[in-house]
């Protein structure tokens, strides 16, 4: 099994661009989210999915979007970037029905200027 | 609003010695706890768990206390290895024991341990 994979690793982005970022899964989770870490800081909650088709915010959900049509997939839109989503954003997974162990991914740089 | 506080940017230890990391948190509601370790450039990964029905949770050198009057937790590691050094996340999550938190988890800033030989 892969895990969690997330990509691209790294990506620069200039104010305004959009840009999806990469979640896919292959352990038949149905929980998945997706969070941002900003230096010295914890990780914040954007939006999480109990499901294909259901999704919903977390703490952080201004100025992205998220989708959810497989289970296996689970990708993040920033339709118009702006410095204060320079972050790195991991994307996690979990079995649901409150086995709250998430299991992440590698995490994606995104740098925008 | 930190609901979930790691007041000690660092630790140093030496190996062989126990390191304890601390975590305090001000959301009642919350009913499960877990810490998570991260290396550089790579995701946290799940290292141990604790309800709020137990005070205590053990796994080989790795021991979770949760005091809920204090609402104060803690991660000891006995004895410490140098490959310990990482990051360590306290989190969260309130309505674990009704299914209804949706494993949604809030983390606190994080403890850098560094493990001298």
């Known amino acids: 099994n892969a895990g969690v994979t997330q990509t691209p690793k790294f990506r620069i982005l200039k104010i305004g661009q959009s840009m999806t970022l990469q979640c896919a899964q292959d352990?038949?989770?149905?929980?998945m989210y997706w969070y941002r870490q900003d230096p010295g800081m914890g990780l914040k909650l954007i939006y999480y999915s109990v499901g294909a088709g259901i999704t919903d915010k977390g703490e952080v959900p201004n100025g992205y979007n998220v989708s959810r049509s497989t289970t296996e997939d689970f990708p993040l839109r920033l339709e118009l970037a702006a410095p204060s989503q320079t972050s790195v954003y991991f994307c996690?997974?979990?079995?649901?029905?409150?086995?709250?162990?998430?299991?992440f991914g590698p995490g994606t740089r995104l740098l925008v200027l | 609003d930190q609901q979930v506080k790691q007041n000690s940017p660092s630790l140093s230890v030496q190996e062989g010695r126990i390191s304890i990391l601390n975590c305090d948190y001000t959301n009642s509601m919350f009913d499960y706890f877990l810490w998570y370790k991260k290396y550089p450039a790579e995701g946290p990964t799940f290292l141990i768990s604790i309800s709020s029905i137990k005070d205590k949770n053990e796994d080989g050198r790795f021991t979770v206390f949760l005091n809920k009057s204090a609402k104060h937790l803690s991660l000891h590691i006995v004895p410490s290895q140098p490959g310990d050094s990482a990051v360590y996340f306290c989190?969260?999550?309130?309505?674990?024991?009704?299914?209804?938190?949706?494993?949604?988890?809030?983390f606190g800033q994080g403890t850098i341990l560094t493990v001298h030989p």
């Open positions: 989190a969260a999550s309130a309505g674990h024991a009704g299914g209804t938190s949706y494993g949604k988890l809030t």
């Open positions: 352990m038949n989770h149905n929980y």
């Open positions: 996690a997974s979990s079995k649901g029905q409150g086995g709250e162990t998430q299991y």
